[in-house]
C-alpha cells in the first residue's frame, strides 16, 4: 500500500461534471489500495472573479483580506470533491490550509510554508479516510489565512508530500506529460517517462509551463518523487525524480523555445570595471527582470554588452539604457523584439563533450545566424532571429534524436 | 464611546456597490464614536448558488462538507467589506467563525454556539480597527467548520453582542423597522419605536419575517439590546428591548395574518384521556409540525379536536389522521386548507381586561365567523376563512388605534 498526493488544478476541477471524474479517479486509486491525499485549486475562474470583486473595491486589495476573499476558492472546491467521494461510498474528510495547519509565514499574497502539521491527516488516513486539502493556503502564526501565491497548489502538493514522506506526489495537468519540445512546433514531440529535478527546472523556465518552478525545487530540495499526468486521459505521464533514479539518461531531453525576450545593446563600450552595473543598476531599480547577459571584449580596448528584458518591458527598458548611456558613451544602445531564445537542455551534456559545437553546427547548416549564447551545467540557449525559431527547434530537436520512431 | 454590533443581511451586501454603502454607513458611525465590530451574510444569491452544486454531487450533501462549503460565503463577504472599509481610510480586520473563535457544537448545518472568545475581537478595536465578522458560522471543539443554519447571522450578531457586551445589536435589514402590520394590507401601519422581546417572538412567529426567532430568544435571554432599521434609509428604526425600558407599553403593538396553515378537524371523537396523544403521535412521527391545538368537550360525552399544520403538510398529515381514525372511531375527520390565522400581539394585554372580547366584537360586527381561538399571555389569535384574513387585519388594526395617525 502506498501513500499517494494527487493534485488536481482549476481546470481538472473546472465544473461538476469534472469533480466527479476527478472523484471516480480517487476512487479508482483507492481501490488500487493506496491511501490518498488529494490537493484541488479552485475551479477555474473563480479565482478571477473573486479578484475582480476585490479590484471593484479597492486596487491594489489590502494583502490580508485579499487572501481571506481568494482563499474560499479552493475551500470550496474541496467540500464539492469531499462531497462527490461520499456519494460514490469513499469516506473523505476535507481539510482546509488552517486545518491542517499548514503554517505558512505573513507575506500576504505569496507566503512561504514553515511547517505542516501531518497529524490530523495521518489520523484521517488510518481511519480509512480519503483527505482532500486546498491547496495554495496555509494560516500565518497569528491564525490569519495567507495565500501562497499562484500555482501555490502545486508547492502545497509537494510540501505535503514531503511532510507525510508520501511515495509519490501526481500533479494532474490538462496535458498528458513533460514532452521533448512543444508538440504545435514539432507533431513528432515525444513525451518523456522520466525526467531530472534539474532538467525539469530548465524545461520550465524556458518555457515550457506544465509545472511551478517553485514546486519542484521544493520536490528537489525534498526529493519528493513528482509524477505529470492527464487528468483527461489514462496514461502514465512524465516522472520527475533524481539523476540516480533515471537508468538510462538521454543526451539532451528537450527543446524550448521562448518568444517573450527581447535584446538591449550597448555597442562599443570603453572596456573599464563596473559596466555591467552601470547599465543594469537603473534597469533592476525600474523592477525589470534580466534574463540573459553576454559582454565581449574586443582586442580594441572596446566591448559590446548586450542582455534580454521580457518583452513587455522593452520600450521601458530601452528608454533607460538610452538615459544610462549620457555617461557610459557608448558607440551606440540598439535593441530588438524580433528574437527569441532557443535551448537544449539534458543532464547528459555534463558528461557528453561537444553538444554545443553540435548545436551550433546544424544551426549554421541551416543558416541560422546566432546572435547570443549562454550556457549554464545542463543547458544551452541561443538567441536567434524570431523568423528562425521554430526552424530550429525542429533542427534540434531531430539532431539529438528526440522524435518519437527513433 | 459605544460599542456597536452591527449586522447586514445578503441584500445589504448583494453587490460591490452595496458594500460600499455598507462601508460608507460603518465609517459614519465610526466617525460619530462609536467602536464598530459588523456582521455579515454572505452576498444574496451565493449561498444558493453553493448549495445547487452541492446538490448536483451529492442530494442530501454531507453534513460537514457542506458547512466548509456553505461558510466560503460570508467569507467572501468579510474579505470585501474589509477592503472596501481599507478603501475609505477605515483601518479593518475580518475574521471567520474559526478565527475568533465562534466555538459551537458538531451539529453541523443547525449548529448552537457554544462559547465566543471575545480576546481578538477586543484587541482589533482597541487598536482602533472596525472588526467585520462572518455570522452563520462557527468552528467546533474538533477544528470542523460548522454553520448555525439559514438566519443564523442574525445570530451570530446577538451573540457576538451578549459576549462583548455591546451596548446595542443594529440589525440592517430592507425593511426600515417592525411596524404595527402588513404595510401592503393596511397603507396606515405605523413603525413602532420600541417593541419588547416577547412581542417580536410573538410578531416573528406570526410571520413578520424581520428577524430570526431564534436571535430575538437569544437577545431577550442576555438582555442585549436589539435595533432593526434599513440599510438603505436613514431612519432610527424599531428598539426592541425589555418591558422596563419602554415607558409605556401599547394596549397592542401589532397585528398579523398568517396565510400558510390549514387545519385538520376530528368531529365527535369518544371523550376520554390520551385522545390527543393517539392523534398527534402518528403526526409528530412525520416530522409534522403542529402549531395551534383546541379540544371541545360536549356535553354528551364526545368532543371535537382541532389543530392546524403548514399548508404545505396539509395533504401528508390529513391522510395520516384519516388513517389513525380507524381505531379513533371519530363522526368524520374534516380538513380546511382556506383559512388564515389573525392574530393581536401586545404586553399591555396583560394588564388590561376585555380586549379578547372586544377583539371578538369587531370581528362579529362585520360578520367574520371565528372557526378556533387560541391565547398566550400577551397574545390572542383566531382562525378564520381565508377570505375574511385582510379585512380582519384593517378592522383590529384601526380598532386598537395602530393607525399612523391615531
Known sequence: MSLIVQKYGGTSVGTVERIQAVAARVEQARAAGHQLVVVVSAMSG???????????????????ELDALLSTGEQVTIGLLAMALEARGVPAVSFTGAQIPIVTDSAFNKARILEIDGTRVSAALAAGRVVVVAGFQGVDAGGSITTLGRGGSDTTAVALAAALKADECQIYTDVDGVYTTDPRIVPEARRLERITYEEMLEMASLGAKVLQIRSVEFASKYQVTLRVLSSFGDGP????????????????????????????????????????????GPVADANIEVDMIVQNSGADGSADFTFTVHRNEYDKALTICQATN?????????????????SIV???????AGIASRMFR???????NIQMISTSEIKISVVIDEKYGELAVRILHSEFGLARDE
Open 346 to 352: 539534458g543532464v547528459g551534456m555534463r558528461s557528453h
Open 237 to 280: 505521464g512524465t516522472l520527475i525524480t533524481t539523476e540516480e533514479n533515471i537508468m538510462e539518461a538521454a543526451l539532451i531531453s528537450g527543446v524550448t523555445l521562448n518568444r517573450d525576450e527581447a535584446k538591449i545593446t550597448f555597442l562599443g563600450l570603453p572596456d573599464r570595471p563596473g559596466v555591467a552595473s552601470t547599465i543594469l
Open 46 to 64: 473563480e479565482t478571477d472573479r473573486l479578484l475582480n470583486l476585490a479590484r471593484a473595491l479597492n486596487n491594489p486589495p489590502p494583502a490580508r
Open 362 to 368: 546544424v544551426l549554421a547548416a541551416e543558416g541560422v
Open 326 to 342: 549620457g555617461e557610459m558613451q557608448a558607440r551606440a544602445v540598439q535593441g530588438d523584439k524580433r528574437i527569441v531564445k532557443v
